[in-house]
């Protein structure tokens, strides 16, 4: 293959390239740019096209695109801020009101259509370059196996890259993961099967996330852009393959009825903004993320059942792990980091999608999620400046 005059690619060598260029992607091609590495990112898709998420972000991930200067673009872009989430466990309703923390007092729901392009955006202004439309074709290596760069397919024709490190941000089916062979490191057994729908003109609150639960099932109600509400209904896989295959509307509206009628009857009466999707479920599991040129970030390495509402939480969470071990020189710690942190997560999303608890065991195991994102919170929290300037005195 060789670089074609038109290539949109400005140079034959950078000291990362990245595949994929959504949160996880563009997060850490922006993140590498600005501790001075020369970074190129892809994607196959187009700059701001959709993809399927209910978008809800943890506190972590708020204060992280607080932090890097992305947040007031979000906020901009009219994304409604959420000041409260409430959890209904049958008619047990708990809600809790989110605490002011480093400036940082709602929560944020950006469609990906939003976050995904302002991200880009923020990565191009720190210096990476970043094309959409270019798909990666295979993984270059040497005669030792080390990874020394990619071939991409542009518009105008095949080119060889080379790099010093080749990060697969490709999500869950990563192409980066299966051409340099990353071992699946944990496998999860569980999944549950989701379907959702965007309304607008629905009566129900636009101030928080509400998720609801009754024995079997769960729903999420969650604002986002333009004036929208993404309504979720999540389900086990078993009852999704016989029921929603053949009837996938008439089943995501009557789980929502079987878990509260009155938030049924609200959605019922909203206006549709575009058709339903749905996700029949996908076990979690962690990849190896760190190998000889190569590394993965967000669902290329470590996906987990959508329950959680964690994968872009954790994707931006691993994009600053991740750039902060590279430009140390210690990507190994990169991967003890993001498993250490994921570890207990991981296991009670693996009971959660199980769908195999009563509504007092599913606040038990919502307790222990809580647990492990303050853990998440507490590790993020010593990347902000202040306690990095702190930890070099020390
Ligand atoms: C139903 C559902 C609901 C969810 N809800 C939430 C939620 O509420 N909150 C939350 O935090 N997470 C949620 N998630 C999870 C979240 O969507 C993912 O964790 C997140 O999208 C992962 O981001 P990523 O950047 O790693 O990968 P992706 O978003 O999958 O992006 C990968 C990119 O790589 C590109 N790519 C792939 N192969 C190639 C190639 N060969 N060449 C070039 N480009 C390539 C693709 O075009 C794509 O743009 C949900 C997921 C599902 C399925």
Redesign the pocket.
Known sequence: MTITRTSPIQHRHYDAVI???????AATAMLLARRGLRVLA????GYGSD????????RGAVTQLHRWGVLPAVIAAGTPALKWTVFQYGSTTMPIEIPDHRGVNALY?PRRTVLDRLLVDAARESGAEIHHG???VEVLKDNDSRVRGVGLRTAHGEVNITADVVIG????R??VARAVEAPITRQGHHASA?I?QYLTDVDLPTDRYHWLYSEQRGAGV?PTNDGQIAV?AGLPQSRFNVEARHNVTGTFHRVLAEIDTEVAAAVAAGTAAGPIRS?PGRAGQFRKPVGPGWML????GY?KD?YS???????LRDAELLADALVDGNPDRYEKQRDALSADLFDVLERVASYDWDLNELQQLHLQMSKAMNNEMATVDTLWPDQVALAAVA
Do not use: C, E, N
């Not at 993809?51 to 943890?58: E, F, G, N, P």
């Open positions: 595949i994929g260029a959504r949160v996880a992607g892809v994607d196959r898709s993809t399927l998420s209910s978008h809800a972000l943890m729901a270019i798909t990666l941000a490709d999500g869950l990563s192409s989701f959702l969650i979720f996700f970030v967000g669902d290329a996906f959508p509402a964690h994968g872009i939480s954790d994707a």
